[in-house]
């Protein structure tokens, strides 16, 4: 399995890239200091991905920061490897740049994402970004087999461990896998539901993970509503065991690393860290 120091276990959190800076930087700490080994953030349509990947370095001292992703479509390549360059040695060695090609629906210029990912790859080499330093946020098998020849890896997000053992097959023993998980710490499973779909909203807008969701078996009933059974097989909710038992489901289907990330309902601000479920997290020990 790979050796990328990104640890076993991690947080993704949309809300490390956006809100108060000092509120972000001072989450980040604590994470560090409760032992994730790795804290992803995503990258949305672009913007200021870089200076945060800088405060949140700025913020911690043993953990990966980790770009959750960088999208090939906002940030150019040049950019991205001069800000690389800029960074010394120490703090090389704690990122990773997940990079992605976003959706058509949200992108003009989108075209094959196939082949724009790997003209992005070819001018990160030609800036000198390292291979082992980068993956790929791969869906399907080709992008997958991308990953696997041109990158530390792949980071799957919002897919299962059925895809997990999918996306181990193709990689084989040594590239990354770093997986997304969505947990609901909510014992209620209407409750818990509802949370769960509120997340997914946005999401059924993309085809790329719509048509992922197809791979793995599920119904057009189960994409369009979406049914109970999407939500349980995408999202591990209720109690410790059950986020346990996933975890677990994902580590024994090949997963290097997986990433919680912890879903809240719409009425919750997605700005404010969830400290309090972080906590109980790391204190699982999962």
């Known amino acids: ?24 930087a001072a989450a980040a700490a604590e994470l560090d200091t409760l032992g994730f080994g790795a804290l992803w953030f995503p990258g949305a349509m672009g913007g200021d991905i870089l200076a945060r990947a800088d405060a949140l370095l700025d913020a911690t001292r043993a953990c990966t920061i980790a770009t959750g992703i960088i999208n090939i479509w906002r940030n150019d390549a ?9 960074q010394s040695p120490a703090r090389q060695a704690r990122l990773m740049l997940g990079l992605g090609v976003s959706h058509a629906p949200a992108i003009a210029e989108y075209r094959n994402p196939l082949e724009a990912m790997s003209r992005y790859l070819d001018a990160l080499d030609a800036e000198g970004v390292p291979v ?3 993956c790929l946020a791969a869906l399907g098998p080709k992008m997958i087999d991308l990953s696997r020849e041109r990158s530390a890896g792949a ?21 990354l896998l770093a997986v997304e998980q969505g947990v609901i710490l909510e014992p209620d499973p209407g409750k818990a ?16 993970y719509v048509n992922n969701w197809r791979r793995l078996g599920f119904s057009e009933e189960d994409v369009s509503k979406p049914t109970d059974r999407l939500v349980d097989a995408l999202f591990s909710w209720g ?40 906590r109980t997290l790391a204190a699982a020990r999962l």
């Open 1 to 24: 399995m790979n050796s990328t120091p990104v640890g076993r276990l991690g947080i993704w959190s949309s809300e490390l890239r956006f809100g108060p800076l000092a509120e972000q």
């Open 78 to 86: 040049k950019e991205v490897g001069a800000w690389w360059r800029g």
């Open 132 to 134: 082992e330093r980068r």
């Open 155 to 175: 980071h799957p997000y919002l897919t299962t461990p059925a895809h997990t053992a999918m996306a181990r097959a193709r990689l084989g023993n040594g590239p």
């Open 193 to 208: 539901r509802d949370m769960a779909r509120d997340a997914l909203a946005i999401y059924l807008k993309f085809p790329n």
């Open 239 to 278: 109690s410790m065991e059950s986020i346990r038992e996933r975890t677990a489901e994902h580590f024994a289907a090949g997963a290097d690393h997986v990433c919680l990330q912890v879903v809240r309902g719409a009425s919750r601000s997605q700005l404010s860290p969830p400290l309090e479920q972080w």
